[in-house]
């Protein structure tokens, strides 16, 4: 079946610092890739729609500044969290759609800022 | 606006059977799924029903309704590798994923 690589799956980093979250398609195009955020017990949150070549749709509430979404190619989204804050520390996780109701999620990436 | 509603939390016995209900009220609808959550990891998929009725695969089966914006998992022969939460995604007009809170399913011996 569409598997969906997202890496990494845990990272620590420094207030302040930028952290970037890569999610790869590995046999199928997706033409949409969405992210999401979910922070403990909570359901998940769309943060932003991207269409591959197109800038990003973002979530009312989500600081497009903040949070960088690159959809360069059919097989590569990536999110890079700016100046990131121990509020961003959360879990945040990529899917991508092939044709209308073909979904398939990432992993998921662990993100603690400290 | 938007709904999912789903119970919170569950409780139910290893080898029993279990059934997870979900009402959504959505602009427009595509279609409905469920997703199993563990803790830490990201939703893995069990169902799609997109017409009323009985979706059977293995120990899952789902359930949907349109006109009553209805649907249920049902779980069957439970195993303690069950216990996770169960999400309800409605998929609206614009085929966007429209995520609830989710069910925790607990599962005792």
């Known amino acids: 079946g569409a598997v969906v690589s997202q890496h990494p799956s845990r990272v620590i980093c420094k207030s302040g610092t930028s952290v970037k979250i890569e999610c790869r398609s590995l046999?199928?195009?997706?033409?949409?890739m969405f992210w999401y955020r979910q922070f403990p017990k909570q359901s998940l949150m769309l943060m932003a729609t991207s269409n591959e070549g197109s800038k990003a749709t973002y979530e009312q509430g989500v600081e497009k500044d903040k949070f960088l979404i690159n959809h360069a190619s059919l097989t590569l989204s990536t999110l890079t969290v700016t100046s990131a804050h121990p509020e961003d520390s959360s879990f945040y996780i990529c899917?991508?759609?092939?044709?209308?109701?073909?979904?398939?999620f990432g992993s998921g990436t662990r993100l603690t800022v400290v | 606006g938007q709904n999912i509603d789903q119970p919170t939390e569950m409780t139910a016995t290893e080898g029993a059977i279990v059934q997870i209900n979900c009402t959504y009220q959505?602009?427009?609808?595509?279609?409905l799924f469920w997703y199993q959550q563990h803790a830490g990891e990201a939703p893995t998929f069990l169902s799609y029903n997109v017409l009323d009725g009985l979706e059977e695969k293995g120990r899952f089966s789902s359930f949907l309704s349109r006109s009553k914006g209805y649907s249920y998992l049902l779980l069957k022969e439970l195993q303690m590798k069950d216990s996770a939460s169960y999400l309800c995604a409605p998929i609206d007009s614009n085929y966007q994923l429209i995520w609830g809170a989710g069910t925790k399913l607990i599962i005792k011996p």
């Open positions: 959505t602009s427009g609808f595509n279609g």
């Open positions: 899917s991508a759609r092939e044709g209308q109701v073909d979904y398939t």
């Open positions: 046999d199928f195009q997706a033409t949409t």
